[in-house]
């Protein structure tokens, strides 16, 4: 049985370690942080993810994974070893692989057997080929190292099911060996029909950073469409539905909005550019400086409106009652959190802020303490003048807007995720707003047509549409031009 140890145990490389575990290997997570490493060999995970924690104390328990600090005893270990190091912007948006470098130099001289290191991290393309060349001036005499990448694509708050079940496995490889390799690993995943696509080392590193530039790509281009949409009283819900019909384009990542933020898709967009800028091929990737722009203008135009909102209230020390604070549901990071970003830009402006959130109130405390952080939704909407709601957790769905009307001081809630359904904060009496999306009363048709006799009319108290709670658009404009002149 081929033994397996994970070097960095964040985020990707506890669940990588729990993982491999799970697919029958005896692993070693290796981490230089030893609080970190102990929290994880009592079987404790110290961040916020569906499912790891049961799978990962499961196999703490039953021995077949164990942490440590120890590379030294990694490298007597292990036949593959994994790095799943972070590599964290540096300047100018470019990766900072310094954590690559040194997982390396603590290891590779250590190495007593032929081996494999496989890469996980995401990284610049043509990273691997650097690494190559310094494993071989690292590796003792008569060891033979193969390098080999194989990047992630698990998205938090789904990570154990993206790991077990990887919607394609991409392995860069420069041998046949680590390709076997490989395919012993992942052979369950295989098995169960993950498709596999062997490249060479730069493809891989590139699959995995064109993925993430895609799919922001795709989150800024309708959230472009949501601010024609403003202006010209379309609906960006439906037409992200309409588009998303066509199986070419798909309605996934097709929700506008707050936009995207994390520890992926902001920093490996702001990498791509730099790379492809060392590259001299700035021009090629210059539209995705126009993606970040878009991502970016989201969260200023949140701030506006909201600023504007509370100004007019005339209240000295207006109050914001903001519901999410992770960059995004089912998950405790706040790394380039969309939510936390606008809670600090409104905190800065002068204004009271107040978050609830279900899973990251302690890392968004430990970023922004300026804020006030409660218990409940509820209590984050105590007295606030106006209420955003920028993460979009399932359990805000729920929430009793009539409840909350009686909590908030003012009435104006702006759906920057949208996805509430304004019907029932409408009926609440709230002012219900979002960005690019019509918000109206849902009404019963109107009965412009004679029906037979013997079908009694009831008069229909529904049928006049509530004002439109984003500025009134050209389409309810229209409407109330075609009422009147019916
Ligand atoms: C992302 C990729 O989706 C993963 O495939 C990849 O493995 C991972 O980065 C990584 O590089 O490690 P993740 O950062 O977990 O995963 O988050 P996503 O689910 O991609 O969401 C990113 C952001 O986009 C969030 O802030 C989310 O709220 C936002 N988003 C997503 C939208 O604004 N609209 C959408 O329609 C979808």
């Given at each position: 049985m081929l033994r397996i140890s994970v070097i960095g145990t964040g985020y990707l490389g506890a669940t990588h370690a729990a993982g491999m575990a799970e697919l029958g290997f005896e692993v070693l997570g290796v981490d230089n942080d030893p609080a970190k490493a102990a929290a994880l060999a009592a079987g404790r995970v110290p961040f916020h993810e569906p499912e790891l924690p049961e799978l990962l104390a499961g196999h703490v328990h039953s021995g077949r994974l164990r942490f440590g600090t120890s590379l030294v005893e990694a490298a007597r270990f292990a036949d593959i070893h994994f790095l799943c190091v972070g590599t964290p912007p540096g300047r100018n948006g470019a990766a900072d692989l310094s954590q690559l470098y040194s997982a390396l130099e603590g290891l590779v001289p250590h190495l007593t057997r032929n081996c494999l290191i496989v890469g996980k991290s995401t990284v610049p393309v043509g990273t691997a080929e650097a690494l190559t060349a310094r494993i071989a001036e690292l590796a003792p005499q008569g060891i033979s190292v193969d390098l080999a990448w194989n990047p992630e694509f698990?998205?938090?708050?789904?990570?154990?099911?993206?790991?077990?079940?990887?919607?394609?496995?991409?392995?860069?490889?420069?041998?046949?060996?680590?390709?076997?390799?490989?395919?012993?690993?992942?052979?369950?995943?295989?098995?169960?029909?993950?498709?596999?696509?062997?490249?060479?080392?730069?493809?891989?590193?590139?699959?995995?950073?064109?993925?993430?530039?895609?799919?922001?790509?795709?989150?800024?281009?309708?959230?472009?469409?949501?601010?024609?949409?403003?202006?010209?009283?379309?609906?960006?819900?439906?037409?992200?539905?309409?588009?998303?019909?066509?199986?070419?384009?798909?309605?996934?990542?097709?929700?506008?909005?707050?936009?995207?933020?994390?520890?992926?898709?902001?920093?490996?967009?702001?990498?791509?550019?730099?790379?492809?800028?060392?590259?001299?091929?700035?021009?090629?990737?210059?539209?995705l400086r126009d993606v970040d722009t878009v991502n970016q203008r989201r969260r200023e135009r949140v701030v506006r409106d909201t600023l504007n909102l509370v100004r007019a209230t005339g209240n000295a020390r207006p109050r914001v009652g903001i519901l999410g604070a992770a960059f995004k549901p089912l998950s405790d990071d706040v790394r380039d959190s969309p939510a936390l970003d606008v809670a600090k830009r409104l905190h800065s402006a002068g204004v009271e802020v107040s978050v609830y959130d279900p899973a990251a109130t302690n890392p968004a405390r430990a970023v922004a303490p300026q804020l006030i952080y409660t218990a409940t939704a509820a209590a984050a909407l105590h007295e606030a003048d106006v209420v955003l709601h920028l993460t979009e957790w399932s359990e805000f769905r729920d929430l009793d807007p009539v409840f909350l009307r009686t909590v908030a001081r003012g009435g104006v809630i702006i759906d920057a995720r949208n996805t509430l359904d304004p019907e029932p904060w409408l009926a609440a009496g709230w002012d219900f707003r979002a960005f690019g999306r019509l918000v109206e009363r849902r009404t019963t048709p109107s009965l412009a047509f004679p029906l037979p006799d013997s079908v009694p009319v009831q008069p229909n108290p529904a049928s006049e549409p509530a004002r439109a709670l984003v500025t009134p658009s050209p389409l309810t404009r229209l409407r109330s031009r075609v009422r009147r002149t019916a």
């Open positions: 698990l998205r938090e708050g789904h990570a154990v099911f993206d790991t077990l079940h990887p919607n394609r496995l991409v392995f860069g490889v420069t041998t046949p060996d680590a390709e076997w390799a490989l395919r012993q690993v992942y052979s369950t995943p295989i098995a169960d029909g993950s498709p596999v696509v062997v490249t060479n080392l730069p493809t891989a590193e590139l699959i995995k950073v064109s993925a993430n530039a895609f799919l922001a790509t795709k989150i800024s281009f309708i959230n472009a469409m949501a601010e024609l949409c403003e202006l010209t009283g379309a609906d960006v819900t439906l037409l992200a539905d309409a588009l998303g019909h066509d199986d070419r384009i798909g309605r996934k990542f097709l929700g506008a909005g707050l936009g995207y933020g994390g520890g992926c898709l902001p920093k490996d967009i702001r990498a791509l550019i730099a790379r492809a800028g060392e590259l001299g091929a700035g021009e090629a990737v210059e539209f």
